[in-house]
């Protein structure tokens, strides 16, 4: 369907053209990311259908939707236009054409049906980036955004040898080249090559996750970033390190790396929460509650591998947009007040309720969704995962459970420490939420509320993804 | 028992409305109140209105006399819907109408509060949560209210967030329910695997799919299910060992103290295990037992500690969690002996609804009354001076320690005769018979203790003397309780065939055991603390280390809060940060720091000598020409 | 006849000498000097051979191959007297420009 390069097209188009709007890039770009929404949302009947071209060397632009791409793709439009909708219009323009542009890559590793087309958009991800942190970001920006961008590359690269091994594998037993994605693991190679192949996926998938041990990248990213390149970064970002293992990874049919990738889980979870505990900046804080929720998806992944519970794998692909949405609205609400009150040190905090009582409300709610209150998305998806889990691995499901519990503690706290308890009158008089900030985090809020009571649109297409795979 | 099909069936509309309204009235409310400040006076009354049709609608539902239920697909397995049994309608009946009861009475305790919209707002969706936990269909459904009403009470203690306080008992209440929630969704997670064999396709926690294929499933899995479960139950019901958040969540108005605390979200984990009783009679005896003596021991336990309480709320939450056990111990006492004792136990779970709800609504008007004062050592005299108030206070005392003809009587003592009559065949139920029997003793010590003090003898304080009963809208609420709490034993036959009936006779001599043990405890408090023939401070004194242990509420509070959040938690989280900060991520820098320093050295070869370069070039081309020479290519 | 032998020895002490010349001198003049001496060593291996074999064309080669040295002694010069211009010296310690 040559409708689906629209899909790529568009957000191109929009990046050039917000490169040179000047006073009105924000506008402008409002403008286009609703008419991304809406075409995307239009594209619904478009899913399962393919666009194919020729090969050269059995690399083509293959490109697909499929029930577990479009709900990632609806994400990446969602909160593109949230965090457009939520940004300083003061800003210089090419910052959203930045967006677009990483909007465009997201859409293209998403889509990719080839596995070298694939590689191509993973690593255009890191361009716009690179420059959305180090240009726009806090104290340690360059650090920062070259810290991001070797890590992460340095796991890619690995992952094109792993990509050229399958691909000569597959040209030694079948005589042509293919990077389909459905044909090219029919040539697993063994021995060696294979544990070779498996790290190059490992690598870069878990690193961009991010999971224990390969996860230092993000607390710092996730800081020094500009607020809503933070909400882009942990909300889409990591989804491509989770679309990566549920489409590809998923192929390793190995139980062992099933327990590898749990244990891993596990620990991020635990590890993320203990450090949580221990933050003094907010938004930090928010970073390893970012990469705890990123832990389980490494536990689903790697329950299926052990088990195949489908439960579980669904509850981790329910739990990336759950969170895709849920961070968005935390990060949102920490550069509220971080704007409002200059400081984003909790012990200078306390008592906002006072002064920002819509913030309350929000930061409340959103708090409440990621530690995975029941009528919120976030508990959909870890019960799903508990659940589904405890079959394969019955009592190591209470480390997973104290993880659990850990989450609830830093969050609470946080809330006390923060929202609740006596007014900090070393504050002054700070104003609440602007409306530019109060909106989109509303919406977000509004909709992971939706998804919490009603998740069906968004789960059944996960379980026919799996009942076709 | 039947199922729905269709969702517009009467009974089915009539049972999602008696959840559903509350829950709506949520957003209205706060809406509402947050953009108009004259609506504010009316929240409280928009409110209560929707409590009172969900009261009629449960009353409704009563009358069609049916049982039934329906359910509607929602994600993966599970399913939502109603469950509309004698069970479920009796605990509706309860909550809508004691909260009804609450919520008129808070409309005037909440007085001039300019967040009182906030107030009303949350406690209508606690009311609808607490309705749609009792309705619910599904057990993941159920988990969705339990934790809603959680959420609930986690805003409500902390309603007055300015108060660190109050915003620190929140903290506590959310953490420590939370992990007996987790332990709840792992006991979800073995009913669901345990099922899902039985039923294939279905909702395996459906609750009709539970009740009906429970004894098909193995009894060890059926235990270890029903102990996890009742690791939720103890946590929102605060048995022991999670029964340390509610005398902290009295920091709370006392009208949340009234409707959460004593009356209904507590009560959730006493439905939540006669729900799926059938999982607790077909499994492993082990669950059983750890019910029984769960909730026996907690009856005992909360009784010691309060004696020692000179806070009046305090008292009264150390009394809840007490007689919470004695519900528990009702369902275990069936459980071990195979036998349907659930409407023994939700007969007191009312009686006790009513008689608590009735004695924190008597303490909020004494708070009222006297500002805020709630340490007792500083009331007295209150009798003459707010008689209305301090007799409906003396009847929920008798109510509380089970004086006949109240209600309490009908409920409490039927609960230790029913020990009693199961420890004849089980020897094992004997101790759990006697920590009853004590602990019918220490309510009656505890509870006279508080009366005496609160009501005879001189005031104490400016605040004491003068106060006085409070206006009729607190004090109708009031009336109507202890009407309730003295009648309520005519429906106790009634009520047991409604639910399920278990008859047992016992001789007279041991019916009356606890009778006997009441009148002993009311003379010893007066000894006490009525006359002042002996004083409790030298016994005090003189029982000296026994004192210190139960004052410090065994030491158990400190344990969690000092030693498990403070120092090893805390700690922990500062060496995995720290850890991570500069090791983990230290040894992604020192990567790069190895890769700089090679780099520093290798370039030195850069000397920008030109000499140097053709040096090289020379003795390259000498090394390339001699291993040519030697691999035989030149 | 002088044996070729003894006369390629020659041609390779000088080949020598020249080389090490290039790869240590510190001087500018001194610099062209074994550039001279390296040319002049090919030079004289050309002829050598040249004569051995009696192939005049050879010779005719070293003949061109000598102007060009001359030509490029005098661009090294030129190049010396611009250096001088800038750096007052001819000392080739003064190039480090594009080191580390």
Known sequence: MDYLLLLLVLPILFSIFTLVSGRYSKILSLVFSSIMLLTVLLFYEFINTNFTTDKFFG?????????????????????????????????????????????FSLFGVFMSQNLFLFYIFWELVLIPSYFMIGRWGGPRKDYTALKFLIYTHVGSVIMLVSIFVLAFNYYSLNGTFNFDYNQIFSAMPSGALYYLVLTGFFLAFFIKLPT???????PDVYVESPTTSSM?????????????????????????????????????????????????????????ASIGHMGFISIAAGVYLISSSELALVGGMFMMFAHGLIIPILFGTVGSIERSTGTRAIRDLGGLTKMMPN???????????????????????????????????????????????????????????????PYNNYLGKIGDMIPREFWPVLILFLLVLLFGIYPYPIYHMFQAYMGGV | MYQVEEFLNPGVLAAVLIFLIPIILFPIILL??????????????????????????????????????????????????????????????????????????????????????????????????????????????????????????????????FKPNAASAAKKAFIVTRVGDVLLILGLAVLYWSLLPVIKTGDPLSIYNILKYANIVPKDQLALAGALVLGGAAGKSAQFPLHVWIPDAMEGPTTVSALIHAATMVTAGIYLVARIYPVYLYAAPWAGYLVLYVGAFTAFLAGTMGLVMNDIKRILAYSTISQLGYMLSALGLGIVASQYTISISIYHLIVHAFLKALLFLTAGAILYSLLDIRDIRKMGGLWKRMPITITAMLIGALTLVGFPPTAGYFSKDEIISLSYYFSEQNPGIYYAWILLLIGAFLTTLYTFRMFFIVALGKPKSYAAENAKDPPWVMLAPIVILSILSLIYGIFQEGFYKYIGNFEFTLPLYIEILPFILVLFGIYIAWLFYGSSRFSAQNFARKSGFAYRIVKAKYYLDYLYTNIIADRLIVYLSYVVALFDRYIVDGFVNGIGKSFNYLASITRRLQTGIVQNYATFVIIGLIVFLILGKIMGVI | MIPLIYVLTVSLMMFTVGLYGILT????????????????????????????????????????????????????FAIFVALYRQTKGIGLKSLMDLRW
């Open chain 2, 32 to 161: 509402l109140g947050k953009k108009f400040e004259k609506f504010r006076r009316y929240s409280g009354i928009l409110a209560t209105s929707g409590i009172f049709i969900s009261f009629l609608l449960s009353y409704y539902l009563y009358s069609l006399n049916e049982s039934f239920y329906y359910q509607n697909g929602w994600f993966y397995n599970f399913t939502w819907g109603v469950f509309v049994d004698p069970l479920s309608i009796a605990m509706a009946m309860m909550v809508s109408g004691v909260s009804f009861l609450i919520h008129m009475f808070a409309i005037g305790y909440m007085g001039k509060d300019p967040n009182r919209h906030v107030y009303f707002a949350e406690t209508s969706l606690f009311t609808g949560g607490m309705l749609g936990l009792v309705l619910s269909s599904n057990m993941v459904m159920f988990f969705l209210f339990w934790e809603l009403v959680g959420l609930c009470s986690y805003l409500l203690i902390g309603f007055w967030w």
């Open chain 1, 232 to 288: 882009i970064f942990s909300g889409l970002l990591s989804k491509m390190g989770a679309y990566g293992i549920f489409a590809i990874f998923i192929n390793f049919k190995d139980s062992s790396v099933g327990w590898l990738i749990l244990s891993l889980g596990i620990i991020s979870l635990i590890y993320a929460s203990f450090s949580a505990l221990a933050q003094k900046d907010l938004k930090r804080m928010v970073a390893y």
């Open chain 3, 25 to 76: 001198v510190k001087g500018g003049i001194r610099l062209l000097i074994s550039i001279e001496i390296l040319v002049n060593s090919a030079n004289l291996n050309i002829v050598a051979w040249a004569v051995n074999i009696a192939d005049s064309s050879g010779i005719m080669f070293v003949l061109l191959s000598i102007a060009i040295a001359a030509a490029e002694a005098a661009i090294g």
């Open chain 1, 359 to 421: 913030l309350a409300f929000l930061m409340t709610g959103g708090f409440l969704a990621s530690l995975g209150l029941p009528g919120l998305a976030g508990f959909i998806a870890e019960f799903s995962v508990v659940v589904g889990s405890w079959q394969a691995i019955t009592y190591v499901s209470f480390l997973i459970v104290f993880g659990l519990v850990l989450s609830a503690s830093y969050h609470i706290w946080a809330l006390q420490r923060t929202i609740f308890g």
């Open chain 1, 212 to 218: 224990f041990p390969l996860h230092t990248w993000a």
């Open chain 1, 59 to 103: 690399i083509g632009f293959d490109v697909g939707l499929n029930y577990l791409s479009y709900p990632l793709i609806l994400l990446v439009t969602i909160v593109v236009f949230a965090a457009i909708f939520y940004q300083d219009p003061k800003i210089e323009s090419s910052y959203f054409s930045y967006i677009f542009f990483l909007q």
